[in-house]
């Protein structure tokens, strides 16, 4: 999610973990993919904090989705 910059036309991005209704900013992004909806090389990222981690990992693999948990700061501008 992209915030207010402090300097004008350039933003910057402030990241929220992706569990419903929480706020924190997150430490990992948990890359997933749905094989039967998306193409293999598309990269969905969910953002979790360290609260919301296991829980939301879990969702993803139990389904068979969850491709590698890593650090937001690795993220690239391609992972959106």
Do not use: Q, Y
């Not at 300097?7 to 992004?29: E, F, I, K, Y």
């Amino acid at each position: 999610m992209l915030g207010d910059s402090p300097t004008p036309g350039r933003p910057t991005r402030h990241l929220v973990c992706s569990a419903t209704g929480c706020r924190a900013t997150p430490p990992h992004a948990l890359v997933w993919n749905n094989p039967r909806v998306h193409a293999p090389e598309r990269r969905k990222v969910w953002l979790a904090c360290d609260e919301h981690r296991e829980r939301l990992t879990s969702f993803l693999d139990l389904r068979g989705f969850l491709r590698e948990a890593i650090p937001c700061d690795d993220l690239t501008e391609e992972d959106g």
